[in-house]
């Protein structure tokens, strides 16, 4: 149970760390650009505005999904999990954590266009799934 914990903690570090880089990257562009205070006041120019802001997002990890199940059938509690991160095009990442009675492991799959080059897992296929808009 420790080292499932841990792999958890590492995984949720890693992830909050990916997040900390994204914000800090954008942060740093709207202090370059004058942040809120450049916000043109007409209304045209405040729409140019949200589309930019929409464009920018498309790349963000936006799209997320948690399927929790039991890898094994001698295992209950549901302590498998696999996660999806996608962004608006389907690109991302799905990562699972098979936990065993001795043993967790931990996987990542590079998603692109909804897809994958590997074969996924269908608690992997699902998670997908249930991130797609």
Not at 2 to 8: E, F, H, Y
Not at 38 to 56: H, I, K, N, S
């Amino acid at each position: 149970m420790p080292t499932v914990l841990a792999s958890l903690a590492l995984l949720v570090a890693l992830v909050a760390f990916v997040f900390s880089v994204v914000a800090l990257r954008r942060g740093s562009s709207a202090s370059r650009s004058g942040g809120a205070d450049a916000l043109p006041e007409d209304v045209v120019g405040l729409r140019q505005e949200v589309a930019a802001l929409q464009t920018e997002t498309r790349t963000a990890l936006r799209h997320l999904a948690v399927v929790r199940y039991d890898a094994f059938g001698d295992m209950g509690g549901h302590l498998s999990w696999s996660v999806a991160l996608l962004d608006d095009a389907g690109d991302g990442v799905v990562l699972s954590s098979i936990h065993g009675r001795s043993e967790a492991r931990t996987y990542a799959k590079s998603i692109s266009g909804w897809t994958c080059e590997q074969q996924l897992s269908p608690e992997e296929d699902e998670a997908i799934t249930h991130a797609r808009p």
